[in-house]
């Protein structure tokens, strides 16, 4: 099993910026992919962005591209996501998810969530 925090979330105002973290613990010599995503209340479960642990591949949704930055640190198994130019849409809770599969839809591991809210 790997477990994963989250933390750094909380409220800014439209423009700020934000960075959260994601700690993993456990089994993480079997992750091969992390990623966030994000929910608002009433909506599904949004891709925001991933990378993986190997090769640094990276992907990013199209509204958080040039604004969003994902980055890991494999020695302390934590995954990062530095938030700029943020606007009042980035509202909702940001969720750490781990993948054992290099590539695909799937994660098999959550964090319990947190919220970012932006002021406008």
Same mark, same amino acid.
């Given at each position: 099993?790997?477990?994963?925090?989250?933390?750094?979330?909380?409220?800014?105002?439209?423009?700020?910026?934000?960075?959260?973290?994601?700690?993993?613990?456990?089994?993480?010599?079997?992750?091969?992919?992390?990623?966030?995503?994000?929910?608002?209340?009433?909506?599904?479960?949004?891709?925001?962005?991933?990378?993986?642990?190997?090769?640094?591949?990276? @992907? @990013?949704?199209?509204?958080?591209?040039?604004?969003?930055?994902?980055?890991?640190?494999?020695?302390?198994?934590?995954?990062?996501?530095?938030?700029?130019?943020?606007?009042?849409?980035?509202?909702?809770? @940001?969720?750490?998810?781990?993948?054992?599969?290099?590539?695909?839809?799937? @994660?098999?591991?959550?964090?319990?969530?947190?919220?970012?809210?932006?002021?406008?």
């Amino acid at each position: 099993q790997v477990q994963l925090v989250e933390s750094g979330g909380g409220l800014v105002q439209a423009g700020g910026s934000l960075r959260l973290s994601c700690a993993f613990s456990g089994r993480t010599f079997s992750i091969a992919r992390m990623g966030w995503f994000r929910q608002t209340p009433g909506k599904e479960r949004e891709f925001v962005a991933s990378i993986t642990r190997s090769d640094n591949r990276i @992907y @990013y949704t199209d509204s958080v591209k040039g604004r969003f930055t994902i980055s890991r640190d494999n020695a302390q198994n934590t995954v990062y996501l530095q938030m700029n130019s943020l606007k009042p849409e980035d509202t909702a809770v @940001y969720y750490c998810a781990a993948s054992r599969r290099y590539s695909g839809p799937s @994660y098999e591991y959550w964090g319990q969530g947190t919220q970012v809210t932006v002021s406008s």
